[in-house]
């Protein structure tokens, strides 16, 4: 079993920045391939970003590459995202996953184990 709790969320204008983190506790939790998700209002969840179990290969939806960049810490259990140049489309329920074991998650599928979720809200 590994528990996420991500924190990080709040308000801020079009252009700025917000750092999410996401602790992760379970004795496997550095084993995993973990995630970003985020849902916005009325519409389905939807991946954001990956990363490998050893934080070696990320992978980005087309709607945040070049402006979001995911990162863990193993030693930490700790999994970031870092949202630069933020957009009020942004704006959504952000959660992070940890999915599969030694591996890289491509989609929602993949996941076993979800956070709350942290509210991100981008004003225009």
């Known amino acids: 079993q590994v528990q996420l709790v991500e924190s990080g969320g709040g308000l801020v204008q079009a252009g700025g920045s917000l750092r999410l983190s996401c602790a992760a506790s379970?004795?496997?939790?550095?084993?995993?391939?973990m995630g970003w998700f985020r849902q916005a209002p009325g519409k389905e969840r939807e991946f954001v970003a990956a990363i490998s179990w050893r934080g070696v290969s990320t992978y980005y939806a087309d709607s945040v590459k070049g402006r979001f960049a995911c990162s863990r810490d193993n030693a930490k259990n700790t999994l970031y995202l870092q949202m630069n140049t933020l957009k009020p489309e942004d704006t959504a329920v952000y959660y992070c996953?940890?999915?599969?074991?030694?591996?890289?998650?491509?989609?929602?599928?993949?996941?076993?184990?979800w956070g709350q979720g942290t509210q991100v809200t981008v004003s225009s």
């Open positions: 379970g004795r496997t939790a550095s084993t995993y391939g």
């Open positions: 996953a940890a999915g599969p074991q030694y591996g890289l998650g491509y989609s929602r599928k993949d996941y076993r184990f």
